[in-house]
């Protein structure tokens, strides 16, 4: 599986961003999805998670620090999961990453390359 992270940039504290993570070389119906950040100088964390369901039965799970303010997606049909992020701040700032987690088979995991996102205040 090949993850491609796009939709970085840089934005104004308040403003809002949308990554994409597009993934070719298998379809992503069996495996969870996540989007991992790494904020300069700390080790790469969790951001969020979302069930192998594309639809409004899926499971998310956020870090505390960006709940009400991310929302992950995905579309299952185009092999893509999001990141929408409004309200960012400062602190969102990080290298961002996708990573695709097999639901059956354990240690099967894969990941992009990141996407930067540049908080200014």
């Known amino acids: 599986v090949q993850l491609q992270a796009s939709g970085g940039g840089l934005v104004q504290a308040g403003g809002s961003l949308r990554l994409s993570c597009a993934a070719s070389?298998?379809?992503?119906?069996?495996?969870?999805m996540g989007w991992y950040r790494q904020p300069p100088g700390n080790q790469r964390e969790l951001v969020a998670t979302?069930?192998?369901?594309?639809?409004?039965?899926?499971?998310?799970n956020y870090v505390d620090s960006v709940k009400g303010r991310f929302y992950i997606s995905r579309d299952n049909a185009k092999n893509t999961v999001y990141l929408q992020m409004n309200s960012l701040k400062p602190e969102d700032t990080a290298v961002y990453y996708c990573?695709?987690?097999?639901?059956?088979?354990?240690?099967?995991?894969?990941w992009g390359k990141g996407t930067q996102v540049t908080v200014s205040s």
């Open positions: 990573n695709a987690r097999h639901v059956l088979i354990v240690g099967m995991e894969y």
């Open positions: 979302i069930s192998t369901h594309g639809n409004k039965n899926a499971n998310t």
């Open positions: 070389g298998s379809t992503l119906g069996l495996y969870i």
